[in-house]
């Protein structure tokens, strides 16, 4: 099992910053892709940034490139947001799967809790 918990969320005016980080805990060792999803409301789950180990490879959605950096230390994934938009507010997710990273959801093994992201204009 492994434990993902979330923290970082809150309310940032448009062109803000907010920094997201996820601790896992639990039996980590094999699970060395972490990744952050978000939903906004009414729309469906979509991946955002995933980060990879040994090697540390990155992948963005093309929406957060240049303004999301996705970054990782031991077993704590850190997202931060720049520039933040209307559009970037949701429930963001911290995930985890063994393998590289995927846009798929549905291969990751465990999720976080989620924590809101709300952008004012």
């Known amino acids: 099992q492994v434990q993902l918990v979330e923290s970082g969320g809150g309310l940032v005016q448009a062109g803000g910053s907010l920094r997201l980080s996820c601790a896992a805990s639990g039996r980590t060792p094999g699970y060395n892709t972490m990744a952050w999803f978000r939903r906004a409301p009414g729309k469906e789950r979509e991946f955002v940034a995933a980060?990879?180990?040994?090697?540390?490879t990155t992948n963005y959605a093309n929406s957060v490139k240049g303004r999301f950096t996705i970054s990782r230390a031991a077993n704590t994934v850190t997202l931060q947001m720049n520039d933040l938009n209307p559009e970037d507010a949701a429930v963001y997710y911290c995930?985890?799967?063994?393998?590289?990273?995927?846009?798929?959801?549905?291969?990751?093994?465990?999720w976080g809790q989620g924590t809101q992201v709300t952008v004012s204009s």
């Open positions: 980060i990879s180990r040994p090697t540390p």
């Open positions: 995930a985890i799967k063994s393998g590289p990273p995927a846009w798929n959801s549905g291969l990751y093994n465990y």
